[in-house]
Each structure stands twice: as structure tokens, then as C-alpha cells.
């Protein structure tokens, strides 16, 4: 049961991808400690605890690692970038495959409650209580292609650009990689005039909804696909409430939730 449970969270196509950018373990340079563990016993421990929830330090033996072990890598990979580079890799087989619609981009953004650590504010919309804000850009169908993580008193329009400019170069099924979208749609949080004519300025075209003028409803043939996505995020529950100290930990494991959303895409054309 341990195996399947194993296979169930990192599949061979999965770790296909993940392998070659983990980085090699390093010796302690004083010798001794502990054997090494396998990379794929913990890249499934961790898989484990951002969809289980779980603290790490009830992360059950049959993955065989310890959660010190697991805790101490995933803290490496984290600082390492490995979970960025998972989730381009990812991206990179969809966009090979013509997977990735780029007609446009959208744009939203969702807050949690945070118990501690960086990243976080007093949530506006929830009694001042700390929290924590996603910032989540897809493509034109949902599949997420780039996140962010901010304090939940940060304004949405605060990540408009940040979420743009850190758009990855996409491979495409024929010519040079891709990065742009032909529009960009987010609700009137996102409206103003600087917004408009940096979009402008790139030969983006926007359709971003104006206050006063017309309602959110509007872009709802579009925008629930991005509601959609966030829910996929949410779906795994370390995300659900923040417990992590570190700001970047917790934007480590939005970009593994992220990748593995987007790799579940890639499974479907597999199957």
C-alpha cells in the first residue's frame, strides 16, 4: 500500500522531470552523519505534505525518510530553486505539445490565514486577522503559469506587473519560446491607467474591467477559469492555512502545487 501510495503521489512521468534538476546531495565536510536518503523517497514525503497537510513533524515512516531529513532537504531544494525550475519544466512540455493557450492571460488572487512568519498583513477582509495573499496569473485556460505570494494587506494591483514580467519563456511547438499572451483580463482591482498603458506599451491588449462602468460579471465567461485554478491550489491543503515561519517556504510549495496542477494536465494527454 506504501508503494502505491508512493506511485500515486509522484507517478514515473512526473519523476521523470523532476530528477534531472534536483540538486546531487552533498557529504558533510567533516564526515559522518546519517545515510543519504533516496531524492525520490523525499520528493514524495514532500508531495505527501503539501497534499495531506500534515506537519512535518507527524510525516508518517513509509515514505522512508525522517521528517528532519525531509525538512532539512526540502529547505535546500527550496533555497536551490528547484521548485520554479519544476514547474517550467512542466510548462515546457505543455507548450512543446501545444497544450497552452495564450490568446490571453488572467489574472486574480485569493488570501489565506497565516498563523506566522514574512509575507504576511493584516487581512481587510477578515477582521484584520494575519494572513497571507496568492497572486496567480494562467493562461487563457486555466493552467497556471506563474504565482506569487504577498502579505494579505498588499493590494491586488500590486502584483499585476511582478506576475507579468515573471512570465517564463515557454517552449512552442515550432519557432523560439513564448512569453507573451494577446490579452491580459483581471477584475477592477487591477484598473488604471498606468496598468492600461504599460500594457499598451508592450502590445498587450487589455481587458481589465472598469470601476464604475462595468461590472466584475462582465469577465465571467473568463475569469472562473481562474477561480478554477486557484481552487485547484487550495485543493492541497498545506495551502489551505499557512504555518510556515519563512515566506519563501510557503511560495515553495505554491510552485509545487502549481507544477503538479499543471502536470496533471500533461498526464491527461498521456493516458
Not at 170 to 197: C, M, N, T, W
Not at 246 to 257: D, E, I, P, V
Request: aromatic fraction near 8%; charged fraction near 25%.
Amino acid at each position: 500500500m506504501a508503494v502505491d501510495l508512493a506511485r500515486e503521489l509522484v507517478p514515473d512521468g512526473l519523476w521523470k522531470i523532476a530528477a534531472p534538476l534536483i540538486p546531487p546531495f552533498q557529504c558533510r565536510q567533516q564526515g559522518g552523519g546519517t545515510a543519504p536518503v533516496a531524492d525520490r523517497k523525499v520528493f514524495t514525503a514532500v508531495v505527501y505534505v503539501l497534499t495531506s497537510g500534515c506537519a512535518w513533524r507527524y510525516l508518517p515512516p513509509m515514505f522512508g525518510t525522517s521528517p528532519a531529513t525531509a525538512h532539512r532537504r526540502f529547505t535546500t531544494w527550496t533555497k536551490a530553486g528547484l521548485w520554479r525550475r519544476l514547474h517550467r519544466a512542466v510548462l515546457d512540455e505543455l507548450g512543446a505539445r501545444g497544450e497552452l493557450d495564450w490568446t490571453s492571460a488572467i489574472i486574480d488572487a485569493a488570501s489565506v490565514r497565516a498563523k506566522r512568519g514574512s509575507l504576511t498583513g493584516p487581512n481587510p477582509v477578515d477582521r484584520g486577522k494575519k494572513g497571507s495573499k496568492l497572486h496567480v496569473l494562467s493562461e487563457a485556460q486555466g493552467i497556471p503559469l506563474a504565482v506569487a505570494v504577498s502579505g494579505a494587506n498588499v493590494h491586488d494591483s500590486q502584483a499585476f506587473k511582478p506576475l507579468l514580467l515573471g512570465l517564463p519563456a515557454i517552449r512552442s511547438p515550432r519557432g523560439p519560446r513564448r512569453r507573451r499572451p494577446v490579452k491580459v483580463r483581471a477584475d477592477k482591482a487591477y484598473f488604471s491607467a498606468e496598468h492600461l498603458a504599460w500594457l499598451r506599451s508592450r502590445r498587450l491588449i487589455p481587458r481589465i474591467a472598469r470601476p464604475g462602468i462595468e461590472s466584475g460579471e462582465r469577465l465571467g465567461r473568463h475569469r472562473w477559469k481562474i477561480e478554477r485554478s486557484i481552487a485547484w491550489l487550495f485543493g492541497y491543503r498545506r495551502l489551505a492555512v499557512r504555518y510556515e515561519r519563512k515566506g519563501s517556504h510557503f511560495l515553495a510549495f505554491l510552485g509545487l502545487a502549481a507544477a503538479l496542477t499543471c502536470y496533471k494536465k500533461l498526464a491527461k494527454l498521456t493516458t
